[in-house]
T-cell receptor
């Protein structure tokens, strides 16, 4: 059974810092991996999708990498801003059925 | 229109009530999803509809009854719920319910927060 873990569970950094969020999964035979952002009490916003054949994806200040063989993905946020404060979730799919298996998230606080 | 709209935003119901949650999208997406999220927990998949047909039911109790009247609408009918069913219910959609590369980027609604008394 696939298990997705995110470390750390919570992170507080000063504005302007570069930071890395980690996601690990136990079964490397994933179909793809996504990173989402969730603001308190709100829905999820898809940030980046990495197909199993890809190594990384970039969008603005965000860069996500994928190492299937080691079962790890990282989300790099450059020059963090208070508006980046949210919970960041990673999720994997194991096949084309589109069932997302989520990690428990990292709650990020960027202090002004 | 690039949004998934969920109504109502908040719902309080007793255990004997019958209510419905509604979800609507006009992006031409053919897959729609219901997720349940408890406080400080990740979302858990409940149902997937692909081309208006139920394709995944994650062993959800029958007191939750999904319905997809057309490709733009998804309902979740609620009956005889328990207090432990209180949660944020998230609807999502994606381009396709099949394995086209990159097609499963999900767009989520803001959620309906359900409280069962």
């Amino acid at each position: 059974k696939q298990e997705v873990t995110q470390i750390p569970a919570a992170l507080s950094v000063p504005e302007g810092e570069n930071l890395v969020l980690n996601c690990s999964f136990t079964d490397s035979a994933i179909y793809n991996l996504q990173w989402f952002r969730q603001d308190p009490g709100k829905g999820l916003t898809s940030l980046l999708l990495i197909q199993s054949s890809q190594r990384e994806q970039t969008s603005g200040r965000l860069n996500a990498s994928l190492d299937k063989s080691s079962g790890r993905s990282t989300l790099y946020i450059a020059a963090s801003q208070p508006g980046d404060s949210a919970t960041y979730l990673c999720a994997v799919t194991m096949d084309s059925s589109y069932k997302l298996i989520f990690g428990s998230g990292t709650r990020l606080l960027v202090r002004p | 229109d690039t949004e998934v709209t969920q109504t109502p935003k908040h719902l309080v119901m007793g255990m004997t009530n019958k209510k419905s949650l509604k979800c609507e999208q006009h992006m031409g997406h053919r897959a729609m999803y219901w997720y349940k999220q408890k406080a400080k927990k990740p979302p858990e998949l409940m149902f997937v509809y692909s081309y208006e047909k139920l394709s995944i039911n994650e062993s959800v109790p029958s007191r939750f009854s999904p319905e997809c009247p057309n490709s733009s609408l998804l309902n979740l009918h609620l009956h005889a719920l328990q207090p432990e069913d209180s949660a944020l219910y998230l609807c999502a959609s994606s381009k396709s319910g099949t394995g086209a590369s990159g097609a499963n980027v999900l767009t989520f609604g803001a959620g309906s927060r359900l409280t069962v008394l």
